[in-house]
Structures are given as C-alpha cells and as structure tokens.
C-alpha cells in the first residue's frame, strides 16, 4: 500500500449522487469521449486512436460521487469504475440500460447503499486540482451484502 493511501476500517455510505454516475470512453483506448447528449452518435472520433481504428466504439465507466462517513467526519470520495462494479455487480452500461428501462433506478441504488458499512482504501488524487479523494478498494462489511444490481432487479421485478 502506498504511504498516500488512507485505510477506513469501518464507514458507512451516507449518500450517493445519482444525477450523474458514468461518463463515456472510447473502448479501444479508454480515451474520455465528449457526451452523447451534444449531438455526437454513438460510434464517434476518438482523437487518441483514431488512427489505429476506424469506428471505436464507446462504453460507459462509473464516476460515482459518495459521501462517507466514518466516527470522525464525512467525506465526499469518487469511485471509479473497478470498486464501483463491487458495489454495482455490473458494468456502468448496463447499469444506464436498466436506469433507462426503470425510472428511478438510480435513486433506488443510491437509497440501497445508503446507512451500508464497507471497508475502504482511499488514494490521493495524483492531479493537484482534483479536490476529492479516489476510493482505491472496497470490501462490503455485511456478509449478506448482495450488489445493487441484484437488489434493483428484485424490486422492479426483471
Ligand atoms: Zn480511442
């Protein structure tokens, strides 16, 4: 572990902003691709790789935004896409599917995982301008813990 890092042994998830949980990546490169909403298709110009590929498709990646409380203070920390999956138990682009599919799915996630105890290793941001702290690993506290996934296909009955 590095000496950057900062071991929570035990906090809890207070909330989560469901407004925005994901953003786009070229799938060949990763490269951040502008949002679909300003007029772009789907299958558009990667400036990174566009070279190497002619039509790179793009998949969606969580950014999600939580605040977190642990017995000293709360913090608000993102969570990138890989400890994003342990929480979700699947990819941001099925999460957005299902969202589009169920209104209010989002808001259900964020209200499942509200008051749930993890464990987490937070990492400094390496950009000097990024304000919060990135979650580096996260391990449900619960035993019985089961992904948001599982829980929002029960509730809306998919
Ligand atoms: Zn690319």
């Known amino acids: 572990m590095a000496k950057r890092d900062l071991t929570l042994p035990f906090c809890s998830i207070v909330a989560m902003d469901s407004s925005n949980f994901c ?4 799938s060949n490169c990763e490269g951040i691709l502008p949002d679909k909403s300003n007029g772009f298709s789907e299958f558009q110009h990667c400036s990174r790789c566009s070279f190497n590929q002619r039509t790179p498709a793009s998949k969606r990646v969580y950014k999600l935004l939580l605040s977190v409380a642990t017995d000293k203070r709360v913090m608000i920390v993102i969570c990138f896409d890989k400890p994003a999956k342990v929480l979700m138990g699947c990819s941001a682009d099925e999460l957005f599917d299902f969202s589009c599919a169920n209104p209010f799915a ?3 996630s964020a209200r499942f995982l509200e008051g749930q105890m993890f464990q987490m290793v937070l990492r400094k941001p390496q950009s ?3 304000q919060h702290m990135r979650i580096d690993s996260i391990v449900p506290l619960a ?5 948001v996934i599982e829980y929002l296909k029960k509730l809306y009955r998919t």
């Open 143 to 147: 035993s019985n813990f089961h992904p």
């Open 23 to 26: 953003y786009r990546v070229c």
């Open 128 to 130: 000097g301008n990024a």
């Open 106 to 108: 989002l808001e259900a």
